[in-house]
Structure formats: C-alpha cells, structure tokens
C-alpha cells in the first residue's frame, strides 16, 4: 500500500450547462434578480438554493444539460512513477489536475494522495506587477506552498536560474515577457514536493528556455518523485514519462506505456482531429439548394496512400470529390490553407492558373485532385478548406471546416534552430555558398 | 444528499517537512455534501501565505498613487469636517460634551476600517479569480488577508486621532486598555459580514452593487453623527441595549468610551455587539465553506 502515491478510483466531474444561460461550461452564475423571481412565483426551493452550491434551483432543473469534463477515471501511480497525461482539448486533462490539487470538488469517486502535493497548474499564479522580483519570489512561493526558510534558502538558485539578474528588485510590470515567465517557471521549479502535478507549464518561452524547463524537469523525475504531467508536447511526454495515460471525451482511453500511450494519442488524432478524410452529406451543407456539394475530401501521400501526416516540403494530393446537381458549364476550384494559428497561407484556385474545368452534366460525380509540390511551412496542423463556384458565379459549396494535414519536420526541415514558431511561418532548403576573395 | 456519514473532504492535514515524515500524510478528495467543517487547523498551516498575503495588500494598495498613504487619512478626515459642518455647527448635533469633531472622528476611524473591510472583502474572492482557478489553499485566507491589511490604514487614521485628541486637550484614561478588545469587535463584524458577503459574491454579482449602499445605510444606523445617548433618552435602556444588535454601535461607543470617556461605560450594549458579532463571524465562515468548493468553478 505505501508504495502507492495517488490513487483515483471512478472519479467523475460534471458541469451544468444550463440552456437558459449563455455562459458556457461554467454557466452557473445567476443573479439574485433570477432567483427572486423564482421566490416570487411561489417556489420555496428558490430561496433555499442560496444554500445550493451549484447554484441550479429546482424549479427549472429541466434546462440544465449535463457536461461530464471527467467521467469514472480509476488509476494508480506508484511512488516516484512519471505519469504523462495526454488527450485533445476538452479531454478532461485539466479537470483530472484540478481536482488532484483540490481546486475544484469531484462529483462521484474519490481519489487519495499520499504525501506532500505541490500543483503547478500556471506559471505566474499570484504574480503581482506592481511588486519586484524580489518580492514575487516570496508571494509566489508562498501562494504554491513553500515555506519562508525554504524560499530564503532556495532564493538565489531561483534567481540565478531565471536569469534576471540585476532586475531583481524592479517591480515585474517592466519586465520582458521572457524575463517574466523565466522568474515565474524558477520558483515554480524549485518547489519540492513529494508528488508533482504540472499541467503544460513547458509551452512557455523561446525554445532555448523550452529546454531548460525540460531539463529541470527531468531532474525532479530523476529525483525518485511521483509526477503527474500533462503535455501536448509529445517529445517531451516520451521523454520524460514511463507511463501515459489517454484521456478522450472525460474518460481513460488508454493507460500505459509512454511510446504506446503517444502512438494511441496520435493515431486518435488522425482519426478525429487530423481527419484526412472528410464524408459530407448534402444535408450538412449550408448551400444544399446549391448545383452540386463537395462530398469527400481526403489528403493522400505522394504514393495515393490516405494520410494524414506529411512532411514539410513534401508533396501530397488533395482529392476533392464533388457531385453536381445541375449543369455546370465552366467550374472554379479553389482551396485555402491555414496555419495552426488560423493565419491564412495559400489561396489556391484554378482561375487564377488559368485551368479551366466543365463542362459537367447533372447527376456526374468528378474527382478533381490538387496536387501541391510540397508545403515549406513549419510543422504543425494546417487547414485546408475547399470550395468551388461556377465561373462569373457564386460559391456553391465551400468546406469551412476543411481537412486537416500534419506537416512534420523531416529530413533536411528538423533542426530546432530552424524551427521557432514566431520567429517564421515558413523553411526553405537554400544553397549556401562561400568564395574566398582576392 | 442520501449518505447520513458525515464526509469530511480533504481530510488529512499535510504535515509539512523536508525530509519524509514516517507516516506519510493520506489526502482524501471525494465529494463534500452539506456544511462541513472549518478547518482552522489548515488555515493555521498556511499562515505564512496569510501573512503574505496580507503584506502584497499593504504593499500594493496605494502604489502608482500620488498621495500614497494619505488616502486612509484623507478619507474619515474630510467626511469629519463634512459632518462637523453639517451636523455640529448646523444641526446643533449633542456630542456627549466633547467637542463634536473629535466625537465624530473617533468613531469615524474604527467605522472606515469596518466600511473598507466590508467593501474589500466583499470583493476579495472575485478578485482573486486567477488564484483561485489554479491553485490550492483554504480559500479563508483570501478575505481574512484584505481585512487583516487595513489594520495599516486603521492605525495612520488613529495616529491622526490622537493628534486631534491633543489638539482639543483631552487625555485619555485608563479605559484606553480596552481599546484593542473594540478593535477587535470591528475586526470580527468586518470579517463576519464579509465572509457573507464575498461568498454570495461569487454566486450573485448584485453583492457588488449592493455593498455600497448596504454600508451608507449601515453608517446611519450607527452612532456616528449622533451619540447613542439619543436612542437611549428617547426609547429607554433596552431597546438601548437592543441597539447593541448592530455590533458596530457597540464599536464605535466602545472607541468614545474609551477614548474620550464620553457616555456611559457601554456595559450590557457591549455583550449584546459581541454576541452578534461572533454569531456573524461563525456564521459567515460557514456559509464559507459550504459554498468555497464552487469557487473554482464560478469566478
């Protein structure tokens, strides 16, 4: 039994949506306005909710809809095991950590922790502008749970591995963005509890700090504590963690090893966010009236395999499956492509190449397949949203919520120092070339 | 709320310790049902971050201001002169033969720190929201920590106050060493109201707006512009004593009492103030609690 350090057994959270309010997740704020009307209109219950905690009153208890973030998860960690916890948003990741660090209250379940627990939900939690960097060493390791004497004695490790220097007693508000999330990840960092649980604190800074903080990381995991880690960072989930843990839809999905447990994580990916393949019925569409609908789009390889993953610069199709309800005398196709971030990178479309297409009969299904010589973006997840029109005409269908295509970095496009997002959108395989001069 | 057990969540204390304590300290989280317990055991496990907390509030309140410190004299200082005008050179307000702006101020200084208190402390939680979302520590600590800073702002107006006890010549009597029991009175109401008030805050954004007036109100039925020998003259000693109901009467009478040594000595008022105010208290910390664990999910 002592050798257990965080026991969950069917734990489960659920959130009332109600359909009267408009506040999302958390939509349980009412005024005292609702519910003195409630009293007004003769209920008793609607005094007594101010008791209530969840703040629904009884009267109109058929609204609320029922969100469970987390729904019967059961696991164990050993002692001093590192445990990843991966899943999409909205998985439940972040619900699991809050209620392990007593933040929020589960509904059904329980889990039990033994020994010293330290959470780092947030880098900065508590940081106030207006106090040095001094002074928010002290607030902020207080607010996470250290101790005075062991602030004082950790301080000038803390310093020194935040890198602020001589801006130690300038009040943060005029410290850089970096300088700022460095102190705040260097008190988080020296935190020493018995069980750790971090929750994607890594996704801070420029990479050369992104790497520090993993190195630090792996330093609290080499020291034999129990850590409970939740990434998005798949490198650093295998790297650090010798167990993983899926999360989907609130519940476990999957509970072991960490290279398996990534695996999982990304091939659900592919199946769900990343989908290259995308079916539509005509139904879905808003412009059903429309003389034809993009049916399926799927993103294939250079060999027609379906997949989802590419690597950057290299070339893939788009296979845009169209079925036409009217005559369509001259056809635009078209596709735009966004980065993760919803910048838009290309806009591609036939007229503008001068392609001509049609004329197409009622009733004609065409495959038209785009294909792109090789995407030179940074890696990550792009969007690609097609659409056609008829020629001097309007659009008649378009995929707003397009398919996904993973760009990973591959062969000549995986160093690091190429890679910065912020720093450029794009890679580019140039020559390089020097002559000595006379 | 079928189970009869009463379930205490969280129910281990976290022995703090460097090296492994020998029994290592079981956490329990499981769902809470009902009122459940205050846990001044924890609280006192985290007053270090209490008295951090409490420390940025003093620190940061009156940064970037240009007058800085001054705001907590400013304050009971211009609302005196206000009161003066009005109510003793106009009205002709008896002061319980004192001259009245010291009769007035030394029930202004305990009644701002109360008024402030109350305002600050109503707001405390919601204002911690980022706090409160990410990391874990008995939740009290937040308004007992914004109460427990304008004890600063309390003592530079009471500095003031004997000032202007100089000024008018008086000196006070041995009764001034009951003055930290008052303190404490004011404290206590403050913290009471304010656990109410903070915690159906984050439930019912009205409190906000409700705070202000319910204090404005509140002042005028407190002694403040008028001696509490008037209530006792006009409807006889128990309802008086009744009077006492509103703790802050018992305060503020308390602070002239022992200050001024204006009015009676405030026997049976005084047990009925303290009697309501550790009713607020232990009320508000319990409404508290049983409302703390939907914090996280509602600011």
Same mark, same amino acid.
């Given at each position: 039994?002592?050798?257990?350090?965080?026991?969950?057994?069917?734990?489960?959270?659920?959130?009332?949506?109600?359909? $009267?309010?408009?506040?999302?997740?958390?939509?349980?704020?009412?005024? =005292? %306005?609702?519910?003195? &009307?409630? !009293? #007004?209109?003769?209920?008793?219950?609607?005094?007594?909710?101010?008791?209530?905690?969840?703040?629904?009153?009884?009267?109109?208890?058929?609204?609320?809809?029922?969100?469970?973030?987390?729904?019967?998860?059961?696991?164990?960690?050993?002692?001093?095991?590192?445990?990843?916890?991966?899943?999409?948003?909205?998985?439940?990741?972040?619900?699991?950590?809050?209620?392990?660090?007593?933040?929020?209250?589960?509904?059904?379940?329980?889990?039990?922790?033994?020994?010293?627990?330290?959470?780092?939900?947030?880098?900065?939690?508590?940081?106030?502008?207006?106090?040095?960097?001094?002074?928010?060493?002290?607030?902020?390791?207080?607010?996470?749970?250290?101790?005075?004497?062991?602030?004082?004695?950790?301080?000038?490790?803390?310093?020194?591995?935040?890198?602020?220097?001589?801006?130690? $007693?300038?009040?943060?508000?005029?410290?850089?963005?970096?300088?700022? =999330? %460095?102190?705040?990840? &260097?008190? !988080? #960092?020296?935190?020493?509890?018995?069980?750790?649980?971090?929750?994607?604190?890594?996704?801070?800074?420029?990479?050369?700090?992104?790497?520090?903080?993993?190195?630090?990381?792996?330093?609290?995991?080499?020291?034999?504590?129990?850590?409970?880690?939740?990434?998005?960072?798949?490198?650093?989930?295998?790297?650090?963690?010798?167990?993983?843990?899926?999360?989907?839809?609130?519940?476990?999905?999957?509970?072991?090893?960490?290279?398996?447990?990534?695996?999982?994580?990304?091939?659900?990916?592919?199946?769900?966010?990343?989908?290259?393949?995308?079916?539509?019925?005509?139904?879905?569409?808003?412009?059903?009236?429309?003389?034809?609908?993009?049916?399926?789009?799927?993103?294939?390889?250079?060999?027609?395999?379906?997949?989802?993953?590419?690597?950057?610069?290299?070339?893939?199709?788009?296979?845009?499956?169209?079925?036409?309800?009217?005559?369509?005398?001259?056809?635009?196709?078209? &596709?735009?492509?966004?980065?993760?971030?919803?910048?838009?990178?290309?806009?591609?479309?036939?007229?503008?190449?001068?392609?001509?297409?049609?004329?197409?009969?009622?009733?004609?299904?065409?495959?038209?397949?785009?294909?792109?010589?090789?995407?030179?973006?940074?890696?990550?997840?792009?969007?690609?949203?097609?659409?056609?029109?008829?020629?001097?005409?309007?659009?008649?269908?378009?995929?707003?919520?397009?398919?996904?295509?993973?760009?990973?970095?591959?062969?000549?496009?995986?160093?690091?120092?190429?890679?910065?997002?912020?720093?450029?959108?794009?890679?580019?395989?140039?020559?390089?070339?020097?002559?000595?001069?006379? | 709320?079928?189970?009869?057990?009463?379930?205490?969540?969280?129910?281990?204390?976290?022995?703090?310790?460097?090296?492994?304590?020998?029994?290592?300290?079981?956490?329990?989280?499981?769902?809470?049902?009902?009122?459940?317990?205050?846990?001044?055991?924890?609280?006192?496990?985290?007053?270090?971050?209490?008295?951090?907390?409490?420390?940025?509030?003093?620190?940061?309140?009156?940064?970037?201001?240009?007058?800085?410190?001054?705001?907590?004299?400013?304050?009971?200082?211009?609302?005196?002169?206000?009161?003066?005008?009005?109510?003793?050179?106009?009205?002709?307000?008896?002061?319980?033969?004192?001259?009245?702006?010291?009769?007035?101020?030394?029930?202004?200084?305990?009644?701002?720190?109360?008024?402030?208190?109350?305002?600050?402390?109503?707001?405390?939680?919601?204002?911690?929201?980022?706090?409160?979302?990410?990391?874990?520590?008995?939740?009290?600590?937040?308004?007992?920590?914004?109460?427990?800073?304008?004890?600063?702002?309390?003592?530079?107006?009471?500095?003031?106050?004997?000032?202007?006890?100089?000024?008018?010549?008086?000196?006070?009597?041995?009764?001034?060493?009951?003055?930290?029991?008052?303190?404490?009175?004011?404290?206590?109401?403050?913290?009471?109201?304010?656990?109410?008030?903070?915690?159906?805050?984050?439930?019912?954004?009205?409190?906000?707006?409700?705070?202000?007036?319910?204090?404005?109100?509140?002042?005028?039925?407190?002694?403040?512009?008028?001696?509490?020998?008037?209530?006792?003259?006009?409807?006889?000693?128990?309802?008086?004593?009744?009077?006492?109901?509103?703790?802050?009467?018992?305060?503020?009478?308390?602070?002239?009492?022992?200050?001024?040594?204006?009015?009676?000595?405030?026997?049976?008022?005084?047990?009925?103030?303290?009697?309501?105010?550790?009713?607020?208290?232990?009320?508000?910390?319990?409404?508290?609690?049983?409302?703390?664990?939907?914090?996280?999910?509602?600011?």
């Amino acid at each position: 039994m002592s050798d257990v350090a965080i026991r969950v057994e069917g734990l489960g959270k659920e959130y009332r949506i109600g359909a $009267d309010q408009q506040r999302g997740v958390h939509g349980n704020r009412q005024t =005292l %306005r609702d519910k003195l &009307a409630g !009293a #007004a209109s003769g209920s008793l219950s609607a005094l007594t909710s101010l008791f209530k905690r969840n703040g629904s009153n009884g009267s109109n208890g058929t609204n609320n809809e029922i969100l469970w973030a987390v729904k019967d998860v059961s696991f164990e960690v050993k002692r001093g095991q590192v445990v990843g916890v991966i899943g999409r948003n909205g998985a439940g990741k972040s619900t699991l950590l809050k209620i392990l660090s007593r933040i929020t209250s589960p509904t059904t379940g329980f889990a039990e922790i033994h020994g010293r627990v330290g959470s780092l939900l947030e880098v900065g939690t508590g940081f106030h502008p207006e106090l040095s960097g001094r002074e928010n060493i002290s607030l902020n390791g207080a607010i996470l749970g250290m101790r005075r004497a062991e602030i004082a004695r950790k301080f000038d490790e803390i310093v020194e591995f935040a890198e602020v220097g001589k801006f130690i $007693d300038t009040p943060v508000k005029y410290y850089s963005t970096g300088m700022f =999330l %460095r102190l705040a990840f &260097a008190v !988080a #960092a020296h935190l020493e509890p018995e069980i750790l649980i971090v929750d994607e604190v890594l996704a801070v800074g420029d990479s050369a700090f992104q790497k520090k903080c993993l190195g630090k990381m792996s330093d609290v995991a080499g020291q034999g504590r129990t850590v409970l880690f939740v990434s998005h960072n798949m490198a650093a989930v295998n790297q650090l963690c010798d167990r993983c843990i899926v999360l989907r839809d609130g519940q476990l999905f999957f509970d072991g090893g960490s290279a398996e447990g990534v695996d999982c994580y990304l091939k659900l990916g592919n199946r769900e966010a990343a989908a290259a393949v995308m079916e539509r019925t005509r139904q879905g569409t808003k412009t059903a009236a429309g003389k034809g609908h993009i049916t399926r789009v799927e993103i294939l390889d250079e060999e027609g395999h379906s997949g989802a993953c590419i690597g950057v610069g290299e070339p893939f199709r788009v296979k845009i499956h169209i079925e036409i309800y009217e005559r369509i005398a001259q056809l635009v196709l078209g &596709a735009e492509v966004e980065s993760p971030t919803g910048v838009p990178m290309l806009n591609l479309r036939t007229d503008g190449q001068g392609v001509d297409f049609g004329p197409y009969a009622a009733g004609s299904h065409i495959a038209f397949t785009i294909t792109l010589p090789g995407l030179p973006f940074l890696p990550g997840v792009y969007k690609i949203s097609p659409w056609f029109a008829e020629r001097e005409g309007r659009r008649i269908d378009q995929v707003n919520e397009g398919v996904h295509v993973t760009l990973e970095g591959k062969g000549r496009f995986q160093s690091e120092k190429m890679i910065q997002p912020g720093k450029s959108m794009m890679l580019m395989d140039c020559a390089w070339t020097d002559e000595l001069e006379p | 709320m079928s189970d009869t057990t009463t379930s205490v969540s969280n129910h281990a204390r976290i022995v703090e310790t460097t090296v492994p304590a020998p029994a290592t300290p079981v956490l329990r989280i499981e769902p809470s049902h009902g009122w459940i317990s205050l846990k001044l055991g924890e609280l006192w496990e985290y007053r270090e971050l209490l008295f951090f907390l409490t420390w940025r509030d003093i620190t940061v309140r009156y940064k970037q201001t240009l007058l800085g410190a001054t705001w907590a004299i400013i304050q009971p200082f211009f609302t005196m002169v206000v009161f003066s005008l009005f109510f003793g050179k106009l009205a002709k307000m008896p002061s319980d033969g004192v001259p009245y702006p010291i009769f007035c101020f030394a029930a202004l200084v305990p009644w701002q720190f109360f008024a402030n208190g109350l305002s600050q402390s109503a707001n405390s939680i919601v204002g911690s929201a980022s706090l409160i979302r990410k990391v874990y520590f008995p939740r009290l600590a937040i308004p007992i920590s914004t109460i427990l800073g304008g004890v600063v702002d309390f003592a530079l107006a009471f500095g003031v106050l004997l000032g202007m006890m100089v000024y008018f010549g008086i000196w006070p009597t041995v009764n001034c060493l009951f003055l930290p029991l008052f303190l404490l009175l004011a404290l206590t109401t403050s913290l009471g109201v304010g656990l109410w008030l903070t915690a159906l805050n984050v439930q019912f954004r009205d409190v906000r707006h409700i705070v202000p007036f319910f204090t404005q109100f509140w002042m005028f039925a407190t002694p403040i512009a008028y001696p509490s020998s008037l209530v006792l003259d006009k409807y006889g000693s128990i309802w008086h004593a009744l009077y006492g109901l509103n703790p802050m009467v018992g305060v503020v009478e308390g602070f002239r009492w022992a200050l001024l040594g204006s009015g009676a000595s405030p026997g049976p008022m005084i047990g009925v103030s303290a009697l309501a105010a550790v009713v607020l208290l232990i009320t508000g910390a319990f409404y508290f609690r049983r409302m703390e664990k939907t914090f996280a999910d509602l600011v």
